[in-house]
């Protein structure tokens, strides 16, 4: 556990992504397999199953260490993470002696996971005593570690850098290997690292290549003959992969969701073996996608699955083939791709073919572009004909070119502090918009402002505060922003009965006075709008 | 025997502000630091360990100063200044009239600094607190240990040729650290001329400090691998920057503590170390001064007056325009993550 806890604090403690890879390249090189082996699984983003409840671990934090349930939620608004404030509020606590340090995989295999089905007096006796022999690094990575919720700043691309530098093979290799289900131990570890490519496991997906947003004029891209242009549509990201018999539905997050979606599972058992198909889950209906409020009502809903999957059908839309007879062709021009995605995919209702769209010119190919609220996508995918399928987002090859953001013009009216990054800085913030002479909140934006901006609206706000209520904060209604949002749909669960998708701040409005702000009634139009 | 109006703490029975935030005709001064001390008020009166640094800070102003535990008489009240333990020259300002007694703490610390008389526990009716750091999270390790910390980052630096920027309050923070770094330092501390004057200062009081060498115009690149380098939070992110070869940032505050505050703002390293009471400091000078009422100003002081009224005693918040740690942290180092492009 040390030696985890001093990797932790190494990669924590510089901004420099060499020094954050050399950090886990000589934590490879020098830990247990096993070790190494539950290092990847917890620094990749995967997470124990569920232990205890983590509102159990702040009670136990709190009675730990005398401090009202109150003052913990107030300095969980200046820490942002309740991992780190409980590492933190312990401190003050008298430590016990130390009982010798155990391996990573020690902790977690012989005392955190069977931790899972204590009684909870247990549980607490259990790690209230190892917060008391651990020193203030450890007991956070601890807390970390039960609760799941281990982002540490390294992202799962530095890792797969470091493994494949500590063990000299190549990267996308590691990746690969990395993809999908797989449990950590010391034999695990040896295989990944092995040189020799072991037997695949059958549901591992490929590693998601991703489009970059376009912000430049698509002139500057070339030769429209050279692009394969698609509608981008606003759904699950998915790859299918049919092999040995079976069907495996993942999402982008490498999540499997195969048992949410039986239509698609049943609809892919047409496709021949070893086959990988990537393209988008929508909620479909009528040949046309149906907004994505309505998808959101398949997810994570496993209850009432038929009833759900009669109101809101859905599609596969398959746009890239990875892997043709069990042979991977990633590194085949996404034309010649397309062309043996032709062959496969011949149904037209569940799982379907992505349409070209065919333009002579950009001019033409952005006129286009004006159709695609109507249509229900978000724009366009830019697919350089020649390139191959890569790993991860690299720019140059896949661009989204997008529509541009609906916009209103809404009053700052509460607001509360972020967290990670943000904590202790009051970066949440809630906006209205008139209605009667009331103001109405009707989105949550935090991203969009620079440093300097947030800066000096915390600064504002510490000093216009109104009212309180815990965290939140209301106060004086002066400030307009300018927010954009992607869609907007009615909503029951809110009180301006509208809800709107993805806001963030395009720009402080220094320049209009809060009267000045939109109404409701303007947003009431803009849904009736989109909706006819 | 307080009030709070626009201009400041007002003591109508003497005729003179506490730390007034706009000009007055008498100010009474805790401490220099730029939030307590504000130019353009006829007289000022502070305690004598202060006074030169004070007359830096506000050159053209008319300073008079008393030592520590001398009592005046100002109007009808008896005033003596008493160490506040926060930086040279802080004081708790304590107030005696009729009987009753009230102390004004300004800012102040219990942790050891060699830098500043320690802080004297005054018994009083009335006490009226910062709240800097007033939530239980906050509590400092030694300064001895984080002095450590500190030379094990330089050492680790210099060893691959890297150069360090500790950036610190040009006015305590940076005389603290030298003071600590004085057994360490085999090499002069490099600083930044905004630091120089105050060091200056520092040292002709008779305070010892790791001796140190002002960067001048023509020091950059090799002459300062290797070099351990205090400097001003405003130097960040300006072109005075790019004189260090490959800099290690690191900020030295009690904000370090958390770590999501230190990443957002970027620093490779957050070293704790604060003039202010931590938690247990803070609640333990509240005891120590006997006080059943307390009144609190600034920082974490709905926080620290809730805790306290649950505790049994009568608390009351004031709103001052004091900032503590956090004001000139936010400003400058805001503004300097701006220069460099960043968004969030």
New interface residues.
Partial sequence: MKQFAALYDAIDRTTSTNAKVAALVAYFRSAPPADAAWAVFFLTGRRLKRLLPSASLREWAQAEAGVPEWLFMESYAAVGDFAELIALVLDGVARAPEDGDLPLAGWVETRIMPLAGEDAEVQRDRVVSWWRTLDRSERFVLNKLITGEFRVGVAQTLVMRALAQAIGIDQKMIAARLMGDWAPSAEWFSSITSSVPAAAEPSQPYPFFLASPLEADPETLGDIREWFVEWKWDGIRAQVVRRAGECWIWSRGEELITHRFPEVTAAATHLPDGTVVDGEILAFAEGRPMPFSALQQRIGRQRQLAQIMRAVPVAFIAYDLLERGGTDVRSSPLTERRRMLEEIITGTSVVRLSEEVVSDTWTTLGRLRGESRARGVEGFMLKRCSSAYGVGRRRGDWWKWKIDPFTVDAVLIYAQPGSGKRASLLTDYTFGVWDNGQLVPVAKAYSGLSNAEIAEMDRWIRRHTKERHGPVRVVDPVHVFELGFEAIAASTRHKSGIAVRFPRMLRWRRDKPAGEADTLDALRELLRHTQG | MIAETPRGLFCEGGGFYIDPWQPVDRALITHAHADHASAGSRAYLCATPGAQILRRRLPDATIASIDYGVPVTIGNVRVSFHPAGHILGSAQIRLERGGEVWVVSGDYKRAPDATCAPFEPLRCDVFVTEATFA???Y?WDPPSIVVREIVDWWHAARQEGRSCVLFCYVLGKAQRVLALLQPFADVPIRIHGALAGLTDAYRESGIALAATERITEDMRGPTLAGSLVLAPLSARGTVWMRRLPRP?TAFASGLM?????R??R????GFVLSDHAD??GLLATIRETGAPRVFVTHG?S??LA??LA?AGLETQVMRTAFEGEA?EF??A???S??EAG???
């Fill in positions: 939530l239980p999270i509590t290690s503590r958390v770590r999501g505050v990443r957002q970027g620093f490779d390293r938690w247990p974490w709905d926080a809730r805790y649950e004001g936010g400003a180092a805001a503004a993550a701006d960043e968004r969030s």
